[in-house]
Each structure stands twice: as C-alpha cells, then as structure tokens.
C-alpha cells in the first residue's frame, strides 16, 4: 500500500484551517491549491458564473468537505464532497476506516462507454431497413469516427452499433432505434455523443429508408458499469451493546428488505448516491444523469430494486458488493470554468475516468454499508439528531449570542422542529432581558447539573508538570452536564459539538473522545446502568482552557446528584484527575483542581498536590485571546517530554527559571503590582516559545495585545494552538477591539473576581 496519507487521525476535531494544512502537509495539495484553500479563493466568482448559464444573479455556495481513510485497490484516497447534509461525511470516513482494516475496497470498471440513440420512425420495411444498417455497420462507424478524429487518436471513439425494435404506443407502429457505442475515454463526452449522432443521422436515414427523429445519447450507461466489493471479518462489526454476527445478519436482513421492496429500495439506493452524487458534484460532472441512470439501472429487471448485495461468506465474514452503471469524465469544460473542480481532481488523485467511477462505486457501497449498519443497530436518528438539530436551529433565525443555548434545549425538548426553536429562542430573549433586573431563580432542571470551570495558567505551564509551581484562576465559562435514565445504554450527547455516542460497554472498545467519561463511569460502578449524559459546554474545545477537565468534573457531579453518590470536593476532583490521565496521558493536576474548586491557586504538583489559595484582592482585567486552531495538551506535553529525555539538565534548568518567575508573580498579585506581573508573563512567554510549544497564532495575538496597552502577555494552557491570556491596568477594550479586529476572538475577564457557584 502507498504512504498513508487518507488516514489522519481525528480529522474532525481540527478547525478548518487545521485541515487544509493537515492535507498540504501530506502531499495532498500542492502550494496552490494550499494557498487558494486556506484564503477561500478557490470558489467559483459571479463573472465566471454568468458565462456558464443564462440570468445569473449570484452563486450558491455549498459545503466542501474532505472523506477519509478510503483504500481502492490498494491506493488510499482523500475524497473531495460536496454536499449540504448533516453526517455523510463522517459516515465515509468511519465504513472506510473499518473497511482499510480489511484490505480495503476491490473496484473494477468496464470501458468508458457512452450510449447514443437515433430513432427512426415511419419505416416501411423493419427488416430490411435492419438488415441494411448492420451491411453498413462499420460505414456509419467510420463516419460517427471521422468527427473526432483526436479521441480516436486516444484511444476512444465509436466501437459499434446495437439495433432495437419498440412500438410506439401513441400508434402502435414499430420504431427502430440505433445505438452508436462509442468510448469517450476520460471525457464525459455528452456533447460528443450527441454531435456524432445528429452527424450519422443523414446516412441512417438513407440506409433505413424511414425517418430519424431524436438523436441525443442515454443517460442510462448501462455499458459503463463500475463495480466494487468488500468483505468484512465478523469480529470487527460488533460494538455499542451487539455483537458481530448480530451487526452482519441484521445488515443482511436490511439488505435483503430492499432487494425485494421498491419502496424500501428507494431510500436503500438514495443513500447509495448520498456517497456518489457529492463526488459527482466535486469533480464537476452531471450528478442528475448518473442518478437517473443509476435508477433506470436499479429497475431494468421491470421491478425496482436494491443496487447493491450483502451476505455472509462461509467463514462467517460480511461480504458487500455494488454494480451500478457511471459514466463520468476528468477533463472538459468545466475544469476551465471551475476552479474548485480542478483542485478537487488534484487532490482526489484519479488518473482516468474509469478511476474515478472505481472510487465512486466503493465511495457508494461505503456509504450503504453506514447507513444500514446503523438502521441494522443503533438506529439512524440517533447519529443525526444534533447535527439535525444545527439545522433546525439555523433555519429558526438564532441569533449567534444564543444559538448554543437554544440548540442545547431544541434537543432536551425531545421537539427539534423550526417552530419549537423559534418558540425557545423568544424564551431565550425574555430571560436574558429579565436577568438585567436581577438573577433569576434556578430551575429544578439546572440544579441537578454538574458543573466545571474553565480557566488560565497566569504562570508556570510545561514546568508544572515538571514539579514546579503555577499559578492558576477560574473564568467565568463553565461546562455544565445533566444525568436522566435512560431505557438501556450509556448515551453522551454534546449539541454544541456534534457529538452523539453510545458509551460501549467495554473499556477496550471505547473509542478516544468516550474513554475519560468511561473511565469515571468504571470507577463510580455505574458503567451497567443505563443513563443519558448530557454536556452544555461555554469552555471552547482545545484551546488551553482547560475544557477537558471541566467537563470532567461537570459529568462527575452530575452523577453525584442524579444518583445522590454523596461525592466530596476532593472525591469528584480525585475521579476527574483519573480521567484527565486518560485524555492527556501526563498531566499535572492543575486543570482538575481548578475545574473542581473554581478559585485561584497555587499549585504545584505531588503526593499530595501543594495546592493553596492565591488571594487576589483587586481582580484583575484581563482579556483571552482566542485562535481558533485547537491545541493537543497531550501533544505538546510529549513534545517537551522528548525534549527533556535528550537533554535533561538543560531542560531542569528551564524549568527552575520558570518557577522562579511563578514564585516571584505570587508576591507580584498579592501586592497588586500588575506591571511586574506583566513583566513576568512576557518573560515567561519567551521561555514557553522557546520549549516550541508557541504558534504563530499565538505569537500575533501576544503581539497585538502588546501593541495595544496589555502590560503582558503569554500563551496559556499546552500550547500548540488555543489561547493567550493578556492583563491590562484597568481598560481591556483596546486590547478586545483590536483582537477581534485581526479575525480572532476575544473575551475580556476579571481574574479573581468570584463566580457564581464557586
């Protein structure tokens, strides 16, 4: 197999410039396509429109999106798809990535072969004029030949004609309808088929002795014909509460509902070209006429049935297969009025048409084999609801300063439909209007939520870790999680990120985001119990703020009151230390801490931990800069780790100097000299810029905060992306202003100040 480059691991969890380099580092794009990407110049502009179709007025933009993990042949993928439903994305990327554990995809494809029809009516003698047309076979071949003389040169052009016989129903009378085969090669040929049919058409006639009507190609490919195959061990389809060869019979039984029911096979085949269509539409060919000859296809034995098989091979494995006709194209028109076209076939990596319908018809069977594999077990909705539900919340006109909040309750109404996201969204409004009176009371519902704080390293990251001090404070975004019972199963749902999974029941089989809330659920006894973990996130995902963390402690909690477990402080801090371990591999303890206790601290790691209260007795302004481009603690941390392995004095000598710059900001805050402490963070900036855990990123907005009044400025938390914390003497406004100015996002704090429920 070639170097693995349609495997990057947790693709999804990246932002979107994220992605775009993960790829270009790859090879996947060359410095063009990279730099077109990452600027959204890529799209197709309102003069390049205007000259593809008539009345252009604007152009519609459409999500393009990048399918992971596929192998065909032995050759990995990445798939450009565009299309504008919720998970068929993420429904490639995890068949394929089940499917490459087994070898991958097998494709093959027939010749390139394009249908032309001509019919001729008025005939006075059938058999003659068939018998006329096969003497002259190979005349009116040369002819549909002579013009495109350059595709023969390729390889392609007519190969033969076909003769068929229909009544004309409106009269009864017979027709003859001559099909001219020809081999576009990587052309879509449409318009090349079309032209050799209208200029055979005079010579037709006059062989015929009736009269030739329509003259245009069929979209129904049925001599170009992609197939794929895939065979799936057993062992590997069970997870989530069933078994492997309860996941493959009830995949097969699916599939055999469609085989033989048109209106099952309807919606079996559509999620057949959920995969197809958006490839079609990527690499800019005609996804209407391959939907129409992929039905046509699905019906030619007169009843309309499934396109693809599934059964299972002696040995017990899955076994899946697809034979659909496409006949698809990789130059042409619009390579030139397209510019997203051509990038996509770069990066997608096809070197003939008859490739790309390989990849398609694996890409197809790919995205049949998730969808039933969900129908056959956890049952499909529930993969889409929140992603539904973004939807849904969109097309209700949510301002974005409360679409989070009404998304989360959309979803615990159970009713995510547009009028009840409107209805939310007035009651939304009313509270936070109410709330400038005075606070409101907490309902039932909030009281029984756990909750964790978010927070800022201020001094000491990377070095605590190493045993040395840091100081810490709380912010006020917090992450909130409520515990129901559930009928069975173990069900964590976050809206605000996408995320809907069923826990497995099994530590080993849990995938990466489930592990540290499987790790908690383990320890309390609790993983047998069916339950539904809902998390209302404020704390943005990794970006240094400690989210993990707080959502640990916020699920701990959650627990502790839904099953009144009579948890302490240091109990649910302990539990939440345990899954941080699992998330991060290495960490000190500090983000549990204060995730749990939601005060300052000074902290410094050991058996026990050293953790006091930092009295702050002026809070202190603060502004977060955030930059959007999440940062792996787990990564960083083993980056520097590496790095002190091979030179282990020098990096102890780094590491003291850092906490002697955290011992000296103690004294800075309680005396509330806030421009040492300034000194001190940039300082310590420095030295985190040199243990290369900085970003360019981060160094912009340490810059601009800078630049703009803040008496220092440094990267906190990990590293590697995710955030600054900036202090200010008094007006944090310029530093706000000018963050959000540069494209990134700021929120402005006060450091010490007490939060509610702290």
């Known amino acids: 197999m070639s170097q693995d480059r349609s495997r990057i691991p947790e693709f999804y969890k990246l932002s979107v410039e994220e992605r775009v380099r993960a790829v270009y580092e790859r090879g996947v794009l060359n410095a063009s396509d990279f730099r077109a990407l990452a600027s959204g110049r890529h799209t197709l502009d309102l003069a390049a429109a205007d000259k593809m179709i008539e009345n252009v007025v604007g152009v519609m933009g459409l999500p393009l999106g990048l399918g992971m993990n596929l192998v065909v042949n032995d050759k990995q993928y990445i798939v450009p798809m565009v299309v504008e439903e919720p998970s068929v994305v993420a429904a490639l990327g995890s068949a394929c990535k089940l499917v490459r554990t087994s070898g991958g995809f097998s494709a093959t494809a027939t010749d390139p072969i394009l249908i032309g029809q001509i019919q001729i009516v008025n005939l006075k003698d ?5 018998k006329a047309l096969r003497a002259h076979r190979r005349e009116i071949i040369n002819l549909a030949n002579s013009f495109h003389p350059k595709m023969v040169a390729r390889g392609g052009g007519a190969r033969e004609i076909e003769l068929h016989v229909h009544p004309l129903p409106s009269s009864g009378k017979p027709m003859l309808v001559v099909h001219l085969l020809v081999d576009t090669r990587d052309a879509m040929g449409a318009n090349l088929v079309n032209g050799m049919c209208e200029g055979v058409a005079p010579l037709i006639e006059s062989l015929s002795g009736g009269e030739v009507f329509l ?65 079609a539409i990527a690499t800019g060919n005609d996804w209407r006429a391959i939907e129409a000859g992929a039905h046509a296809y699905a019906a030619r034995g007169g ?75 956890e049952g499909i909705q ?115 990120w996408g995320v809907e999974y069923q826990l497995s029941p099994h530590a080993q089989d849990r995938r990466s985001f489930e592990r540290p809330a499987g790790v908690m659920l383990d320890k309390l006894g609790l993983s047998g119990r069916g339950m539904r973990i809902e998390v209302f996130p404020e704390v943005p995902r990794s970006m240094g703020l400690g989210g993990s963390a707080a959502m640990a402690v916020a699920i701990v909690r959650a627990l502790d009151k839904h099953f009144k477990l009579g948890l302490s402080d240091a109990e649910v801090n302990a539990l939440a230390f345990e899954s941080e371990k699992v998330a991060h591999g290495n960490p000190s303890g500090i983000d549990n801490t204060l995730a749990c206790y939601g005060r300052p601290i000074v902290f410094r790691p050991g058996e026990p931990p050293l953790v006091e209260p930092l009295n702050i007795r002026t809070p202190i302004p603060a502004v977060i800069g955030i930059t959007g481009y999440e940062g792996l603690t787990a990564k960083t ?50 030295m985190l810029n040199a243990l290369q855990v900085s970003t360019p990123e981060l160094e912009k907005l340490v810059d601009i905060s800078r630049e703009n009044g803040a008496l220092g400025a440094k990267l906190t938390g990990g590293g590697g992306g995710g955030s600054i914390i900036a202090i200010c003497e008094a007006d944090t406004s310029p530093v706000v202003n000018a963050i959000r100015a540069a494209g990134f996002q700021a929120v402005p704090v006060m450091l010490g100040a007490k939060l509610n429920g702290a």
């Open 303 to 377: 009843r309309y049935s499934s396109l693809t098989a599934w059964s299972a091979a002696e040995n017990g494995d899955l076994c899946g297969s697809i034979e659909i006709p496409i006949k698809v194209g990789i130059v042409g028109g619009p390579l030139e009025s397209n510019p997203t076209v051509a990038l996509n076939l770069r990066l997608l990596g096809v070197e003939s048409a008859t490739e790309l319908a390989q990849v398609m018809a694996a890409v197809g069977l790919a995205q049949n084999f998730a969808a039933i594999r969900a129908l056959a077990t």
């Open 126 to 130: 059938i058999e003659s004029a068939k």
């Open 637 to 686: 941390v083993g980056r520097v780790r590496e790095a002190w392995l091979k030179d282990q004095k020098l990096y102890e000598r780094i590491f003291d100097q850092i906490d002697a710059l955290t011992l000296r900001g103690v004294q800075a805050i309680q005396d509330n000299d806030l421009k040492l402490l300034g000194e001190l963070m940039n300082i310590c900036h420095g």
């Open 382 to 496: 529930k993969g889409h609801m929140t992603l539904h539900a973004r939807s849904v919340v969109t097309a209700a006109g949510a301002p974005k300063e409360v679409f989070d909040e009404v998304l989360d309750r959309v979803i615990q109404s159970g009713v995510v439909k547009v009028w009840k996201a409107q209805e939310i969204v007035n009651e939304v409004r009313e509270e936070r209007q109410a709330q400038t009176a005075g606070p409101r009371k907490r309902t039932s519902r909030e009281a029984a939520m756990g909750v964790g704080y978010g927070k800022v390293v201020i001094l000491g990251e990377h070095a605590v870790v190493y045993g040395r001090h840091a100081i810490a404070a709380p912010i006020p975004m917090t992450i909130k999680a409520l515990v129901e019972d559930y009928e069975e199963g173990i069900h964590l749902i976050i809206p605000r």
């Open 215 to 279: 003259r245009i190609l069929s979209n129904l490919t049925d001599r170009s014909l992609a197939r794929a195959s895939c065979r799936i061990p057993v062992d590997k389809l069970g997870g989530r509460g069933y078994t492997g060869q309860q996941a493959r019979d009830g995949i097969i039984v699916a599939a055999d509902f469609a085989t033989v029911d048109p209106y099952r096979a309807a919606t079996h085949n559509k999620g057949i070209m959920n995969g197809i269509d958006p490839i």
